[in-house]
């Protein structure tokens, strides 16, 4: 059980820092990605796609857990979203 909460907060540290990176290098990231979601790994390695069904089979057929990696829309500069 310890081990697996250890694991978890790594997992949720890893993807605090890929947050923050994502935040500090949105404008960059936006030329390239924009009206995309991007699933970003602590590598910083980008996958991406228009559609997130599609992203996540990527991701899967990759080898890779979806739950792992950062996923977001990157939206248009200037652009507003409401949760």
Do not use: C
């Amino acid at each position: 059980m310890v081990l697996k909460m250890e694991k978890e907060l790594q997992i949720l540290d890893e993807k605090e820092k890929i947050s923050d990176w994502i935040h500090e290098n949105i404008s960059s990231i936006r030329k390239s990605y924009e009206e995309e979601f991007i699933a970003v790994e602590k590598d910083k390695n980008i996958i991406s796609d228009k559609e997130l069904s599609s992203l996540i089979s990527r991701i899967k057929r990759s080898g890779k857990t979806p739950s792992e990696l950062v996923i977001q829309f990157v939206h248009k500069k200037g652009e507003v979203v409401f949760f």
